[in-house]
């Protein structure tokens, strides 16, 4: 006979919360599952009232979504939690991101409306800088990324090196001098300060494979001989649904905030 475990079952869950946090500055570096433990963490730490699944091994119900690769930078990371009780947002905002080291930031908490959130995360943003790049020669090598039918890259997996198409989920590509900003505004410098260089405004769809900023590197190594002379830098500047005809990437919490935000439950920082 099977066995089964002793005492009550957990309490139900009674609220989702969507999360929206960013990933900066040297905590880029910070991998999926380095995250996973410091947010486990800071749920305890804030006192969060987490529901927990049911089984000799529960486990917290926390859910990820489109994490960005170890190395880059992201504005838009996503994970929706489970709760046993419900809660004011905003304090629980406040709560979490004292709990967490500085540049694993809380931007947003809403609470969770019915739909899965993965299914809303159709593509993402990126901007890339390519330190050390002319603008010209980084032009010369998104148009020639961009006129293929396809484009293949090489990825060393655990499986060994596969082959796939990066250029099919390319929805937009384009290349702006670090003197201005991707929303047309003045910026004098690029990230970490430097000289001037060339950077990618990239929109990717999602799919399996998922394509990553280095995997477009690739592609332009492949079609242009682009190859910086310095490490390039990437952040995730949105992920969301994507608007086919403009290559624009929507806010995937949108549709939680319309329905939920006029009861004040939805924060944002």
């Not at 939690?81 to 406040?94: M, N, S, T, Y």
């Not at 242009?224 to 952040?235: G, T, Y």
Request: net charge negative; glycine share 8%.
């Amino acid at each position: 006979m099977a066995r089964t475990p002793e005492g009550p079952p957990p309490p139900p869950v009674v609220q989702r919360l969507r999360i929206r946090w960013a990933k900066r500055g040297r905590l880029r570096f910070t991998s999926h599952r380095d995250f996973q433990r410091a947010f486990e963490r800071a749920l305890r730490r804030a006192e969060v009232p987490v529901a927990y699944s049911a089984g000799f091994s529960p486990h917290p119900k926390i859910s990820y979504a489109g994490a960005a690769p170890t190395g880059t930078a992201s504005e838009a990371e996503y994970v929706e939690v489970g709760l046993q009780a419900r809660v004011e947002i905003e304090p629980v905002r406040r709560a979490l991101d004292a709990a967490l080291a500085p540049g694993l930031d809380i931007l947003e908490i809403v609470e969770a409306t019915p739909g899965a959130l993965a299914d809303r995360l159709e593509a993402s943003h990126w901007r890339i800088e390519l330190p050390g790049v002319p603008l010209a020669a980084a032009e010369l090598a998104a148009e020639a990324f961009l006129v293929g039918s396809e484009v293949l890259v090489d990825r060393l997996t655990k499986d060994g090196v596969r082959t796939f198409d990066a250029r099919g989920a390319v929805a937009r590509l384009g290349v702006l001098p670090s003197t201005q900003g991707l929303d047309g505004t003045p910026e004098a410098r690029n990230e970490a300060g430097d000289e001037p260089c060339a950077i990618l405004d990239v929109v990717v769809r999602h799919g399996n494979p998922t394509v990553r900023p280095d995997d477009v590197l690739s592609g332009l190594r492949s079609v242009a001989d682009l190859v910086p002379p310095e490490p390039p830098r990437a952040v995730r500047l949105a992920q969301g649904p994507l608007d086919e005809a403009t290559g624009t990437v929507g806010d995937p919490l949108a549709l939680d905030r319309d329905v939920v935000g006029a009861s004040g439950t939805s924060s944002t920082v």
